[in-house]
């Protein structure tokens, strides 16, 4: 009989976990494999269930723009297979959906992933529990990854103590935890996961070839990252910007941004409305950007050497990141068509001005070929096809 969580813990009163109807063989046809026992009884009865205010345990669901459990499991096996790569050769771990490989079924507040060993039977119920630990664990040593003899429910029954039990076979448990499980706070409104249907490749071969290799400038941007139907420029014009900012802005820049508008390229770098005529304009972006940078400059000019616009071959902003860098140009001379780009990186120092022009450094970025410091980039086992993709903003999503 399958242990219940009920057994050793008992559920918040406050937060009640809620089951979500979950289609298991649908979400076992799309894995690949059959699930354990244990965990579907357990998202059956209880859902997506934060235990002992530690844990989250993640079961196929869904709440929009919070979580997708099909894009949960691909991003999570995608970061600990580039962390994987600090251990030796022979000692990664193979990731789903290689054969054998570790399956996550949930997280920690402290940045911990948990997952199934799925190398250890060809039965489910058998597979025991694999933590990657990021925080400082009592008998961890300086190894991140632990491979322990419990499976799903023993493991969580294990957190549940009073004290540390040292030694504790085969490796550091998270805990003590509190024996108590809620539903998760951020999925209060989760629903039924469907598993995506099969896709044919948005390229054909041919196709990946321009995009990926032959192909220049806008064109191959194109194909490679499909721009919007309608750009999303502003309501004003290029001469009523040119005259705010003092100055005509690079051609190139323009064709791009009449095919583009303003939106996020990969989920990373922004681009605001040029042409807006309400707040926030494009104008108070460039101000407050190199205020910002006044300001570190005054304080440390080592680390931050660039004068800024309208001072000659000034930093002249116009796209930022996420994480805060900032795209720009060096207005040196008097044709803008010339001005070199230049990174100011967030968290690494001041290069050089990049060696191609905006749409050049867009495609070499997009294919994954352009290694500029701070640069967010995709990994050496990432689809560059997948990783090209432009989302435009409406007015909406800049207020």
Known sequence: MTEDLAEFAEPDAERPPTPVPVDWA???????????????????????????????????CVQPGRFDYGQWLWATHREARIDARELPAGERPLLHPEPGGLLAWGCSRGSDTLFWDTSVSDDPDEWTVVVTHQGPVPGSGLLPWHRYDLTL??????????SWELPVPPGPLMGPLPGTFARTAFLDTAGPWTPPAPTAPRLTEAERRVALETGTGLDALRLLTPPPAEPCLGDGT???????????????YVRLMETYGSGCWSGWLRFPEPLRTTAPRFTAFVDQTLEAYESLRSGHPQWYPLPTFPAPGGFLPFADSIDGDYLGWLTEGDRPDDWPLVFWP???????????GLID??????????????????????DPVEFAAFEAFGEEDED
């Open 26 to 60: 649908a979400v076992e046809e799309w894995l690949g494999t059959r699930l354990p026992t244990d965990y579907k009884v357990l998202a059956d009865r209880y859902g997506p269930v934060d235990f002992g205010e530690f844990l989250w345990i993640h079961v196929p």
């Open 153 to 162: 429910t023993g493991y969580l029954r294990h957190t549940v103590r009073d």
């Open 238 to 252: 290029w001469e009523g910007l040119f005259e705010q900012l003092g100055t005509p802005l690079p051609g190139e």
């Open 346 to 356: 967030r968290h690494a120092d001041q290069g050089p001005p990049l060696e191609q």
């Open 361 to 382: 450094t867009l495609l070499a970025w997009q294919r994954g070929r352009l290694s500029t410091v701070g640069l967010c980039v995709p990994d050496e086992d990432d």
